[in-house]
């Protein structure tokens, strides 16, 4: 295994572990929370949240492991001597994790931010978006928490 290999393995493993750390904390931390407040103040602090997590240092984590999981899967296609499938397999579960984020989470994220906080029947809104978001949410930090594994062991 050469040096380049190690490094982008390493970093799509580490991509793929802070993704599914901050998937995590949402889950476990974050929408707890807002589930105890009132919905224009969840829908509200959710919005902020959204257009906060637009920003270089969660973009750089995301996109930066997504980049390096094709980086893996194109150099593994390239190469004389690919790589095992255990890596290939956590190369691809982590872009799974960017395609369950791009397809769901953001398409919710998208449709709360053009949700009124002071709206009639928030509560319903809100409750079918923390229910949808979350499966996704969980479905994507399990994804990520996989990739990690998988990226972990074709190291050694």
């Given at each position: 295994?050469?040096a380049?290999?190690?490094?982008?393995?390493?970093?799509?493993a580490?991509?793929?572990?802070?993704?599914?750390?901050?998937?995590?904390?949402?889950?476990?931390?974050?929408?707890?929370?807002?589930?105890?407040?009132?919905?224009?103040?969840?829908?509200?602090?959710?919005?902020?949240i959204?257009?906060?997590?637009?920003?270089?240092?969660?973009?750089?984590?995301?996109?930066?492991?997504?980049?390096?999981s094709?980086?893996v899967?194109?150099?593994?296609?390239t190469?004389?001597?690919?790589?095992?499938?255990?890596?290939?397999?956590g190369?691809v579960?982590?872009?799974?994790?960017?395609?369950?984020?791009?397809v769901r989470?953001?398409?919710?994220?998208?449709?709360?931010?053009?949700?009124d906080?002071?709206?009639?029947g928030?509560?319903?809104?809100?409750?079918?978006?923390?229910?949808?978001w979350?499966r996704?949410?969980?479905?994507?930090?399990?994804?990520?928490?996989?990739?990690?594994?998988?990226?972990?062991?074709?190291?050694?």
């Amino acid at each position: 295994m050469s040096a380049v290999e190690i490094a982008l393995t390493i970093a799509a493993a580490l991509g793929a572990g802070l993704a599914a750390g901050v998937y995590l904390a949402f889950s476990f931390l974050v929408l707890p929370a807002f589930r105890t407040l009132p919905a224009a103040a969840a829908v509200s602090a959710m919005q902020r949240i959204n257009v906060s997590a637009v920003r270089a240092p969660f973009m750089t984590v995301f996109f930066g492991g997504a980049a390096a999981s094709v980086a893996v899967i194109v150099l593994h296609l390239t190469s004389d001597a690919p790589a095992g499938p255990t890596r290939i397999l956590g190369a691809v579960l982590a872009l799974a994790a960017v395609v369950i984020t791009v397809v769901r989470n953001v398409p919710l994220n998208n449709a709360l931010v053009r949700i009124d906080a002071n709206a009639p029947g928030l509560m319903a809104t809100w409750q079918s978006f923390d229910r949808s978001w979350s499966r996704a949410n969980y479905a994507r930090a399990t994804v990520s928490v996989a990739a990690l594994i998988a990226l972990i062991f074709s190291l050694t």
